[in-house]
């Protein structure tokens, strides 16, 4: 088994949106790596024959769903966390953008909330937000329009906590959608004291540390990202 993380890099009127889902995935690699197989797994593979921009149907067409147009995607980076080897990086090189909405384009600091349910009590529910709201899918009050939700929201939640799988040669990995609960630690050298956090360097630690068999659900009101306000970075 391993813990992998996938960090979608993506661009918003000149501001970086980054957003990082983890899998756990299981089986035994034989031609390919778990990173290379999750990535496939996530439709960022472009074939030319997919539904949108010629990208298969899978997480990264779902996200493309609930975007405005201005939303342009950089690219995937998917990675062991214990490996140093294991990685795989996907720049988008056909362009893949955004599909929801049209001339009403939101700030930035607009995101779409969704988050997971609980299934060990240690471990808190995940959280995401997605930038890129298209203010003509909000009622007033920063609701999102009833419509929406079933057509493109509902199947980014059912995508988000789907169990994938890549066929390589014969060999089928499976990757976990998983909640990732991370080790505390001080930040060396800060003063006042600051602490952040980090993966477990322990595997095993790790691995006993994750909460899988997630359900997603969408907070049906927009939420604001200060993070992502004009020149703050992601």
């Known amino acids: ?46 074939d030319g024959v997919g539904p949108i921009g010629g990208y298969p149907t899978g997480l990264m067409t779902r996200i ?57 009590t240690d471990i808190r529910p995940g959280q995401k937000r997605f930038g890129g709201v298209n203010e003509a899918v909000l009622d007033p009050g920063g609701i999102i329009k ?19 799988s890549y066929d390589d040669s014969g060999n089928i990995l499976t990757f976990s959608p998983c909640i990732v609960k991370k080790e505390k630690y ?10 952040a956090y980090r993966y477990y360097e322990d595997q095993s630690v790790g691995e006993a540390n994750i909460m899988t068999s997630i359900i997603w659900s969408l907070k049906t009101q927009v939420r604001t990202q200060t993070s992502r306000q004009y020149g703050r970075g992601v």
Not at 146 to 164: C, F, H, N, R, S
């Open 64 to 120: 493309a769903d609930i975007q405005d147009p201005n939303v342009t995607f950089v690219s995937l980076v998917v990675r062991d966390v214990n490996s140093v080897t294991d990685f795989f990086e996907q720049p988008f090189v056909n362009p893949l953008v955004g599909q929801l909405g049209g001339d009403d384009s939101g700030s930035p600091t607009l995101a779409v909330g969704f988050r997971t349910n609980r299934t060990r």
């Open 146 to 164: 009833p419509g929406v939700i079933p057509a493109q929201m509902d199947p980014l939640a059912t995508e988000m906590g789907a169990v994938l």
């Open 1 to 46: 088994m391993a813990i992998m993380e996938a960090t979608l890099t993506q661009q918003y009127f000149g501001q970086t949106l980054q957003t990082r889902f983890n899998y756990l995935a299981s089986g035994t690699p034989s031609a390919v790596t778990y990173s290379f197989g999750l990535t496939n797994a996530l439709g960022a593979i472009w």
């Open 186 to 195: 001080e930040v060396p050298g800060s003063d006042p004291v600051r602490y």
